[in-house]
Every structure is written in C-alpha cells, then in structure tokens.
C-alpha cells in the first residue's frame, strides 16, 4: 500500500471549509487550475466525489461531510506539533529523563539535582543509569535523554556536549595513614599500596607513566571497576585510592586527602545528548538545572591552600587528549 500525501489533508481541508475551488485556490494561492488538480487527486485517493457541482456552486457529498470535522481537526492538531513551543509549564510537565552517569556523578550531585527538579516541576522524575562505557548509541536510539562524562573519542560525531566542570585526580587514605601528615613526597605516594580503578579491567594508567618518568614504580594490591568500591577499601585498609575530587566529595567524608605530587592534567566533565533534543524545552530545562546544580557545588570540594601546596607540582593546565582508562 503505497503512503498517502499528507499535504492533501490541508488542501481537503480548505476546499471543504471553502466549497469553492476558485476560493480554496486563492487562500492556498495556488492556480485554479492547480486546485482542480488536487482536487482530482483527492477523489481518486478517497474515492469519493467530495464535491459535486450543484447549479453554478459545488456542494459536499455525505463522504465530505462526514470527514469535515475530521480533516479540521487533524490539521489543526498537526499544525500544533509543528509550531514551536513558546512555554513549557513546569508545574503540570509529567516525564521521566534517563540519565547515564558514573557513580560517583550521582553520589556527588544527585541529590541536589533531584531536589532543585522536584521542586521546580514536581511530575518529573530522574533515573540514573551506570555508564559501563562511552558508546553513544544510547543517546542515538533516545534510551538515554543525557549522559555525562570525559569526552572521549568514541561518542558519535553528531553528539552535542557542554561542559560541566573541570576535575582532578586526588589522594586519599583513612585517617591516621602515614601519608595523613608530613610532606607528600613521589617517593613517598610511590612506595605505598594502592588501588587501582579502572573500568575496563585495566592495570595501568596516567599516575604510572607519570611515575614512570620520575623512574617510580607504585604497587597496586588491587583493581576495582569504582571509585565508591576504592574509598571504602580505602578507609578500611591503609590502601591509597587515588579518584576523582569533584565526583568523591560525599564519599571522603572523614578521611584524608592530597594533591598528588605529580604534572597530571586536568580533565572536563561535560554533559552529553543527541540533537534532536536541542529545541526540546523540558531537555533545555534540565541541563540549565544541572548546570547551575554543577556551578554551585563543584568548588565545595576544594583542597585547602596548605594542602595543595604538598603537591605543587601537580599540573593544573587541561589537555586536549582525552582521559583513557583509570588512574
């Protein structure tokens, strides 16, 4: 069965409402002649006569009558889907948003996004996905509304992306661990047991070869897939976790932490969400929430002056090469 033209549905509408061929064809502006052409297309697609001439003037048929109502109606409803929207009411909007996002982003900014949505338009619910990867299929098939994350070179050309906030890698054991007081030295962090993190199951990573180049080697005892999994070893052990100090702030609650002391870039944090979903005004909405939510609370877990000094070499310049594998 081949698929009608839609356009037809506006040019039956208006020859209904008209019934005149003359006066459609001027509110369409087209030739009567093309009217009449239409028209035609019309009777044998509907296979009905629509409109009859009846003395000098054209009357509907029963068929016509009975699809006037009809055809009205589904003009005037496609031409509110193709209108852009001009409000969006928070208070009465009702729809979930799947967001894929690492652990630690939901454990550092979950509950203040979840607060500043719920109060803004209560019918909206969040859900949290793991992000095991960086394929951006899920944004594409629309499984996922937004992701955030490293950019990498994996995501989909077509991807649009924001940044978030800019992060680092930190230290961080129990308190009382010998690394707790005194200077932190790369001897030092280097002789250490640590953990490693990687969710690829991979051993080495950017602290290695930046260890490596000052001819250090560090142990790692063990490989967990997060950064929750290596603060818990972490403060159960005198096991060094080395993660990320945005995303773990609730979870360094009562421990010790450092700068490391070693050149290791920066990295950004961004958000993440296909195309079709740019003019989308409750998709608008959201990231301007988790912007401001990002904006307010990525300074709160900012090392100490006195702390940062320990590890001065640290370097605080980005890099255009994205992060890859753990550290």
Not at 90 to 104: A, C, D, I, P, Y
């Amino acid at each position: 069965m081949s698929t009608p033209d839609l356009n037809l549905l506006v040019t039956l509408d208006v020859l209904l409402a008209e019934g005149s061929v003359t006066r459609a064809a001027k509110h369409l502006r087209l030739s009567p002649s093309a009217m009449s052409r239409a028209l035609a297309r019309l009777r044998e697609t509907t296979g009905d006569p629509l409109l009859v001439r009846a003395g000098r003037g054209l009357v509907p048929t029963p068929r016509a009558l009975e699809l006037r109502e009809q055809v009205s109606q589904l003009v005037q409803d496609a031409e509110a889907i193709l209108r852009p929207a001009e409000t969006l009411n928070l208070k009465q909007l009702v729809r979930t948003f799947t967001l894929r996002t690492s652990e630690g982003f939901v454990e550092r900014f979950g509950a203040d996004l979840i607060a500043r949505v719920g109060e803004q338009a209560p019918g909206v619910r969040l859900r949290f996905v793991q992000k095991p990867d960086k394929d951006s299929t899920p944004l594409r098939d629309g499984s996922v509304d937004l992701e955030t994350g490293v950019v990498g070179q994996t995501e989909g050309p077509e991807v649009r992306t924001q940044a978030l906030f800019r992060d680092r890698f930190i230290g961080v054991v129990r308190r009382g661990h010998p690394l707790s007081q005194g200077e932190i030295t790369p001897v030092r962090y280097a002789a250490g047991r640590h953990i490693y993190v990687s969710r690829r199951g991979l051993d080495k990573g950017p602290i290695d070869e930046a260890l490596k180049s000052l001819e250090l080697v560090r142990e790692v005892v063990t490989i967990v897939a997060g950064f929750s999994t290596a603060l818990a070893l972490a403060r159960a052990s005198d096991l060094i976790a080395s993660v990320p100090e945005q995303h773990t702030e609730n979870l360094r609650v009562g421990m010790h932490s450092f700068a490391l002391p070693l050149v290791l870039p920066t990295f950004t944090v961004s958000m993440l969400w296909h195309p079709r979903l740019d003019a989308d005004l409750a998709h608008r909405w959201l990231r301007g929430c988790l912007r401001e939510v990002c904006a307010q609370t990525r300074n709160d877990g900012a090392l100490d002056a006195s702390t940062v000094e320990q590890g001065s070499c640290l370097a605080q310049a980005d890099t255009k090469k994205p992060a890859q594998g753990g550290l």
